[in-house]
């Protein structure tokens, strides 16, 4: 009997070397997880949301390689002619019987800029605004609804109001005070050079919100859960409690509203470039493109605000798919 | 503080546990604007009222009674999971009231660890086995190196009757039984002396019920354990205790010895609740059930609570509290066993 023991803990021993698991395996390890996974397999169910996924892929690897991919830089000023400017797309003419060339693609704007060119680095600017004030929105919102959830009482009720506030004025709002106080206290130039933080900040101070309150509500459920209170009995620090155990249990509809917002705040980001808040003309996002466009629609010079449009128009809505199918897909009652 | 509370180890006939005149109440009034329009006061919700019981060390004392009574409150106040309204928890002549910080607490933490009811909802989804088990280790800081830890888990995992191996999975690959195994591996993992249990079995099949109980056992004798065991199911009750308490609507109605409880129980509640347990001889017999349901604690009845539901009440049932008296190795609440209207227990168990 006790000979029989030993070795079967030998065997166990020898067992135990074996789980101590390497860095590269754990990651090997839940990668193989995830394709395995219930949200992998609704994706290969959903070809809407890998045509989605496809689309927002491409544009992503334009925007990050826009430097290599696009014909023309842009963003080289010296680069630029005058004489080129308001080239029609190729195959088309425009109303004073100019015809388009194959080197403008997509034609010109009014400075001599390649429209198609201009996009790709206005969907880099558009998508850097974008994830950048996600992110920031997605951090502080986060911790907010983390702490409000978990401590409660009074520090709940103080967050949540100041969230109530913050959801009566509009991102456009906060971006013209924040813009306007940024440009009454600082020389233009270092005001010019701010605007893009501005623009992020100011997108991010309206879209924290939604992160603040949903993380709270999902907190609130789990930390009544039994495996928060066995937490408490054990005696591990609240701080801990909040990152270790509760926040990875709430982060699957931070994912789905990050997605979301990401969407919104390009949207918001072309809205507040084509009111003048947002980036500069000489860094030009999409909504700037859009903006400077706009002036010669009239003269029947469309090609300056319709091609940016389309581009903002695929991004959102791949973005919003892509959003929805996840929501869906983390959702288990849809199952 | 780590060493006054070990220099009390060694007087071992005083309690493990204290409990005095523990109260919990609960504000459960509705917001303050509310009562401004709509009149009313505050509403009290007096889960626990006033009781007392002491735990000897390496026995187990069991709180029974029906939803709704007040056990698991008394299971979160024990382990501090609650502060009390009034009273004490005294863990091994130490109030748990003094311990004020977190950091005060934890000597305490490391002796005492509780298992909870349901095995779904007590380990963490995300983590995986080893890590669920080495939290206190890690907490408390008990082996430094990280293969050591390790090792440990395995060696608690194969103390529950789990692989060693299984440390390696997430808590969605186990049954309701092996994970409340999972659950005892981690509260043993402080090398803890008393272990609160609240209806640790209540959510498992009446098979795993009895493995999980017989670990339980076991493990008492192994490691001298001493438990304060939360449960509905007198059958259960009647399995692992040394002591029964009797809890009705936040009171603690009578406290004996278990064979004492089971064989000559004195309240007339701890009479109504045995007589309630189905055993294979009354089948197709019709049995007297218990009439009506716990009165809401929010405005308990006056006197002794259960006097709307008991055979035997009195005038005196109606106005007046029964205090605690002595009866056969415990205590008893109940103005009719004082005056000895009582017919004779008989039969009960």
């Known amino acids: ?50 045509v989605a996924f496809a689309v927002t892929l491409v544009l992503f690897f334009v925007a990050i390689f826009a430097p290599w991919v696009a014909p023309h830089n842009t963003d080289d000023v010296t680069t630029l002619n005058l004489m080129n400017a308001r080239f029609p797309p190729w195959g088309f ?7 388009g060339v194959a080197r403008f693609l997509l034609g010109t704007d009014d400075q001599g800029r390649d429209i ?41 009720s103080v967050i949540m109001r100041i969230a109530d506030i913050q959801l009566t004025f509009p991102a456009i709002l906060i971006a013209l005070l924040i813009d306007g106080t940024v440009a009454g206290l600082l020389p233009r130039a270092v005001a010019q050079d701010l605007k893009i933080y501005v623009l992020i900040l100011a997108i991010a101070a309206s879209q924290w ?56 705040a390009i949207l918001t980001e072309a809205t507040l470039s084509f009111l003048g808040v947002g980036v500069p003309v000489t860094h030009p996002s999409l909504g700037t493109l859009i903006r400077i466009g706009q002036q010669y629609i009239f003269s029947g010079e469309w090609w300056m605000t319709i091609f940016p449009s389309l581009a903002l128009v695929v991004l959102v809505l791949a973005v919003n798919l892509l959003g929805d199918w996840l929501r869906d897909a983390l959702n288990p009652k849809l199952r | 503080m780590a060493e006054a509370v070990q220099a009390r180890q060694p007087e071992g006939d ?30 009290i919700l007096r889960a626990v009222d006033g009781i007392d019981f002491e735990i000897e060390r390496g026995k187990t004392f069991s709180l029974v009674g029906e939803s709704g009574c007040g056990k698991s409150t008394v299971a979160r106040l024990v382990v501090g999971l609650y502060k009390p309204t009034e009273g004490h928890v005294e863990f091994d002549g130490v109030d748990l009231a003094s311990l004020a910080t977190r950091k005060a607490m934890e000597p305490v933490r490391k002796r005492m660890q509780m298992i909870f009811q349901d095995p779904f909802a007590s380990l963490n989804p995300r983590w995986r086995v080893a890590d669920i088990v080495a939290e206190p280790i890690r907490t408390h800081r008990l082996i430094d190196d990280s293969r050591d830890v390790l090792h440990r888990v395995g060696e608690l995992l194969e103390q529950v009757r789990l692989s060693a191996r299984d440390g390696e999975k997430f808590p969605h690959e186990f049954s309701g039984g092996q994970r409340q195994r999972i659950s005892i591996a981690r509260a043993l993992a402080s090398n ?69 409880v089971f064989h000559n129980p004195q309240h007339p509640y701890t009479r109504l609740l045995l007589d309630a347990i189905p055993d294979l001889e009354m089948t197709g017999r019709p049995r007297q059930a218990v009439a009506g349901e716990v009165p809401s604690p929010i405005h308990p009845p006056s006197g002794c609570h259960f006097h709307p539901r008991c055979p035997f009440a009195s005038d005196r049932c109606r106005a007046e509290v029964p205090p605690s008296l002595p009866r056969t190795g415990g205590q008893v609440a109940c103005h009719a066993v004082e005056e000895g209207r009582m017919p004779d227990a008989g039969n009960s168990a």
Not at chain 1, 19 to 37: E, K, N, V, Y
Not at chain 1, 239 to 249: G, S
């Open chain 1, 93 to 99: 003419t425009d109303p004073f019987g100019t015809e």
């Open chain 2, 192 to 260: 803890p002396e008393f272990l609160v249990c609240d209806e640790p079995t209540s959510a498992l099949d009446v098979s795993v019920q009895a493995q999980v109980l017989n670990l339980m056992k076991d493990l008492q004798r192994e490691l001298g354990l001493t438990y304060f065991f939360i449960s509905h199911d007198m059958a259960v009750v009647y399995h692992i205790s040394d002591y029964v308490g009797v809890m009705y609507l936040g009171r603690l109605v009578e406290w004996a010895p278990a064979e004492e």
């Open chain 1, 116 to 156: 198609f060119s201009a996009m790709m680095f206005g969907l880099q600017i558009s998508l850097m605004v974008g994830f950048a004030s996600v992110i920031l929105a997605a951090v502080v919102g986060t911790s907010l609804g983390l702490i409000s959830g978990y401590i409660g009482g009074r520090l709940d």
């Open chain 1, 209 to 264: 919100v939604n992160f603040a309150r949903t993380v709270r509500g999902s907190t609130l459920v789990e930390k009544n859960k039994e495996y928060v209170q066995a937490a408490k009995v054990i005696g591990v620090h609240p701080a801990l409690i909040m990152i270790r155990h509760v926040l990875p249990n709430v982060t699957g509809p931070v994912l789905v509203i990050a997605t979301l917002s990401l969407a919104l």
């Open chain 2, 14 to 43: 005083a309690p493990l546990l204290r409990v005095r005149g523990l109260a919990k109440h609960f504000d459960v009034s509705p917001p303050f604007v509310t009562r401004a329009l709509q009149g009313g006061g505050r509403s």
């Open chain 1, 1 to 50: 009997m006790s000979a029989a023991r030993r070795t079967d803990a030998m065997a166990i021993n020898t067992d135990r070397r074996e789980i101590t698991p390497s860095l590269a395996g754990r990651a090997a390890d839940s990668l193989h997880r995830f394709f395995d996974g219930d949200v992998y397999y609704s994706f290969r169910r959903s070809p809407v949301a890998m």
